[in-house]
């Protein structure tokens, strides 16, 4: 039989988030095609209201792990990330243009998209964070996940021109793992989170 992983499989079982970049010089053209496939997904209706920014240009990065506060969280003892970064991407929401799309005439007998009890914008924003990281692993970089709580996120709006109508949904970073300081993760206790056939804990 044969056991061996499938690309996908590997690429998903070695994936993990990292926060810890070491400073390189990268050169980002092997990068050009991650959001146009990052975007590749299905989007409820499709509505397309996923859009991505990428950045590669590094004095935006550096601006930017400056609004994520990346020096105080330096001083308390964390090791550079953001500012490590060779490429940016931030997951952007157009929350009209699902409303727009639910709208229209053949979604007339569908749930009002105002009324979702699962707002699918997010499952799809989800889907092209996915995608992005993974595209990220394949090209042997690692990769991260930071959310917006600590930002302010008008600044970064401003920053990167996006109008107020649109909300990043989070940053995902793309770097050089830095391998000096890898530490162990944590013991974390396994659950139980699949179920076969019928739910069962
Ligand atoms: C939706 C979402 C939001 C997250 N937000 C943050 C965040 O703001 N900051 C951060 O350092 N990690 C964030 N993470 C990463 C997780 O805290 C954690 O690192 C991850 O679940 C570990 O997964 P892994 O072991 O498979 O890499 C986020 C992950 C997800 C999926």
């Avoid at 970049?21 to 299905?42: C, G, H, Q």
């Avoid at 506060?69 to 308390?76: G, L, P, Q």
């Avoid at 964070?129 to 930002?151: A, Q, R």
């Amino acid at each position: 039989m044969n056991n061996a992983l499938s690309h996908l499989e590997e690429l998903l079982s070695k994936r993990k988030i990292v926060r810890s970049y070491k400073k390189v010089n990268f050169d980002t053209e092997s990068l050009k095609n991650i959001a146009s496939y990052s975007i590749k997904i299905p989007t409820a209706g499709f509505s397309r209201g996923i859009e991505i920014i990428q950045v590669f240009n590094t004095e935006t990065i550096d601006k930017i792990s400056n609004l994520f506060h990346e020096r105080k969280y330096i001083e308390e003892g964390k090791d550079p990330w953001i500012s490590h970064s060779v490429a940016l991407f931030f997951i952007l929401l157009n929350e009209d243009a699902y409303h727009q799309r639910y709208s229209k005439s053949d979604k007339a007998k569908a749930v009002n998209s105002k009324d979702w009890d699962v707002p699918y914008w997010f499952v799809d924003a989800g889907a092209s964070m996915m995608n992005c990281m993974l595209l990220i692993e394949e090209k042997g970089l690692s990769s991260g996940f930071m959310g917006l709580h600590n930002t302010d996120r008008k600044e970064v709006n401003k920053l990167l021109n996006i109008p107020e109508n649109y909300l990043v949904i989070g940053l995902i970073t793309a770097g050089v793992q830095n391998e000096s300081i890898i530490t162990k993760s944590k013991e974390i206790k396994r659950k139980k989170l699949i179920h076969n056939e019928k739910f069962s804990k």
